[in-house]
């Protein structure tokens, strides 16, 4: 199953993280890969959904997750449903966890004060641009024709503001609906698999966006998981140690 990204490529980074002037760039040319994508991030959900779909798997959709008993019984809003084996990909909320009464460690405070904005269509932007707004951070990055993302993040209360390189890619923008609050610490899980269980993605740990590692990390652990469903105890406990290895590397590096 392919999902080729439906997005802006990344043309470079623009950045004024501690205040440079001018600013400094990095070319995507420079980087074997490219530069990855700007995406829309409902959009390629989407796109990863009627993947499913049109492989022949059943999606039950929408579907909550209300609890779970061991065994597996899932109780879901729309019935109740019982497996061998569950994986945890509920973000952040990490609902299988919770509900397992399993503890996540919180290494780094951190929010994010997001909006979508809409504007000219005629904007072709291709990069993604970092500013450092005292103690806080801000970026913006165009997601599609005349839209984008902007966002404040920060340790503490946050309000919508941007410094000088925000503000010009902002300027002929106007904001849709009220920025949204989210949570964009950096937190791991105690245990991340278990008998018959296991989190990925933003379940098991989340790094800050900074590192723009998040989305990568999510699908790449979506895949391997393929493979550890049913698996040993000794091959999740290897699992466990390399989400542990690489949520340190990525909050010390
Ligand atoms: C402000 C901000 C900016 C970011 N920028 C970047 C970036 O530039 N690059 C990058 O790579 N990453 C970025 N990230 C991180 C990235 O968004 C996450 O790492 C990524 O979305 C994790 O994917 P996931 O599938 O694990 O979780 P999610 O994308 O959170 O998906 C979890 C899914 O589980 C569903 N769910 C939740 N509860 C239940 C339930 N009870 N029952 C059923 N389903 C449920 C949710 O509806 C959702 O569909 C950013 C994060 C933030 C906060």
Not at 114 to 131: F, H, I, K, N, R
């Amino acid at each position: 199953m392919t999902v080729e990204p439906e997005g802006i490529e990344c043309a470079g980074i623009v950045s004024a993280l501690r205040g440079e002037e001018p600013p400094w760039h990095w070319d995507s040319i420079n980087h074997p890969l490219g530069g990855g994508w700007l995406l829309d991030r409902p959009g390629f959900g989407e796109r990863l959904r009627q993947a499913v779909r049109g492989s022949g798997l059943q999606l039950l959709e929408p579907a909550r997750l209300l609890n779970l008993e061991p065994g597996w019984r899932l109780q879901l809003d729309r019935g109740e449903l019982r497996c061998d084996f569950v994986v945890d990909a509920s973000g952040r909320r990490g609902v299988v966890a919770r509900r397992l009464g399993i503890t996540r460690h919180r290494y780094c405070r951190q929010r994010a004060l997001v909006g979508w904005l809409s504007g000219p269509a005629g904007d072709e932007d291709a990069t993604l641009c970092v500013e450092g707004l005292g103690r806080d951070w801000g970026y913006t990055c165009r997601v599609a024709k005349g839209r984008r993302v902007a966002a404040v993040l920060g340790p503490a209360e946050l309000e919508w503001r941007t410094g000088s390189l925000i503000r010009s890619r902002l300027k002929d923008y106007t904001l849709q609906g009220k920025p949204q609050i989210l949570p964009a610490d950096s937190t791991l899980l105690e245990e991340v698999s278990g008998p018959g269980w296991l989190a990925l993605g933003d379940a098991a740990a989340t790094s800050n966006p900074l590192a723009g590692h998040g989305l990568f990390n999510a699908l790449q652990a979506g895949l391997a998981a393929a493979h550890l469903v049913g698996a040993t105890a000794e091959v999740l406990r290897d699992y466990q140690e390399e989400v542990r290895d690489r949520f340190h590397r990525l909050l010390i590096g």
